[in-house]
């Protein structure tokens, strides 16, 4: 059996690949150049971060940045409350998407198009700030941790994507089958359609904890006790209004100016490093769940 030639690219071709090539790594560069300046200059002394001697590598290598944030308890009570805010506001948010998408997805729903047409018209057309404010007053919920959680729990995109998966990707067939053997709406739920959902759930709880974890308006304008502030609203009070935290006040002078050019990107990292530590074990599941919805839906 003959193989079949290969086929030569021409000089058209090598040049069109040159160029994206070029030009993914000029992307490439324009995202990972600035994460290293900041990793190294998180692990740099603060005398040569502050002389813009810091470039691609650690310059009198030294973990000081990192033991004054790790042992200040603003930053560490900071850190907590966005771990729980990410936490339970993904669970929460999670559970209510597919909560609304699973009956939306059903053909034997009735009333489900106009249910749907309403839920788009909230991502067109938002209620705004001030009235958002006075509705969550009005529940009780300034300065306590639902405010973080309740006004955002549901992301029309995340149901979008959800019922477009539950609708594309799971045949009538298996639930057929699951009424033939008397298994209720709960029932094939918990028992057909979340085991077969896992990429989606994946998807959606990813983009939930993102938003969570980086979530600092609603904390700006709902909270106002110190001790709930998210890991975002202390450090714009460290880096933006420059009011350091409590384990930052001993240094003083120039020593302390140095110290906080250091802190700013040990902040940085300390930030941004749970993010990047969780990616990787969904991101498997992202292509897979966000386009199965995006495509067919």
Same mark, same amino acid.
């Given at each position: ?9 021409? +000089? %058209? ?10 030009? &993914? *790594? ?6 990972? #150049? @600035? ?92 209620? +705004? %700030? ?10 009780? &919920? *300034? ?6 959680? #309740? @006004? ?92 350091? +935290? ?12 140095? *110290? ?6 040990? #902040? ?30």
């Amino acid at each position: 059996m003959k193989q079949g030639r290969k086929v030569k690219n021409t +000089g %058209i071709d090598r040049v069109f690949m040159f160029a994206v090539y070029a030009l &993914l *790594l000029t992307f490439l560069a324009v995202v990972l #150049l @600035p994460l290293i300046y900041i990793l190294s200059s998180s692990f740099s002394s603060p005398n040569a971060v502050s002389s813009g001697r810091v470039w691609l590598w650690p310059v009198d290598f030294t973990i000081r940045g990192y033991e004054v944030v790790l042992s200040d308890p603003q930053i560490l009570g900071g850190f907590a409350n966005s771990l729980f805010y990410t936490v339970v506001g993904a669970l929460v948010s999670v559970t209510l998407t597919i909560a609304i998408a699973y009956p939306l997805s059903r053909k034997g729903f009735y009333g489900r198009g106009f249910i749907t047409s309403i839920i788009v018209y909230t991502m067109l057309f938002a209620g +705004g %700030i001030i009235p958002t404010y006075l509705v969550v007053q009005s529940l009780g &919920l *300034l300065d306590t941790r639902w405010a973080m959680i #309740l @006004p955002q729990a549901i992301g029309v995109w995340q149901v979008i994507i959800a019922r477009a998966y539950l609708r594309n990707s799971i045949p009538d067939s298996l639930y057929e089958a699951a009424e033939l053997d008397g298994a209720g709406d709960l029932r094939i739920l918990w028992s057909v359609v979340l085991p077969l959902a896992k990429p989606m759930i994946a998807v959606i709880a990813l983009m939930y904890a993102i938003m969570q974890w980086n979530s600092y308006f609603d904390a700006l304008l709902y909270l106002k006790t110190d001790d709930l502030y998210p890991l975002q609203l202390v450090l714009r009070n460290i880096l933006v209004l420059n009011s350091p +935290g409590n384990g930052m006040d001993a240094a003083a002078g120039i020593e302390r100016r140095h *110290l906080a050019d250091l802190l700013k990107y040990s #902040l940085i990292v300390v930030s941004t490093a749970p993010v990047l530590l969780i990616y990787p074990f969904v991101a498997r599941h992202f292509t897979k769940g966000a386009l199965i919805g995006a495509v067919k839906g």
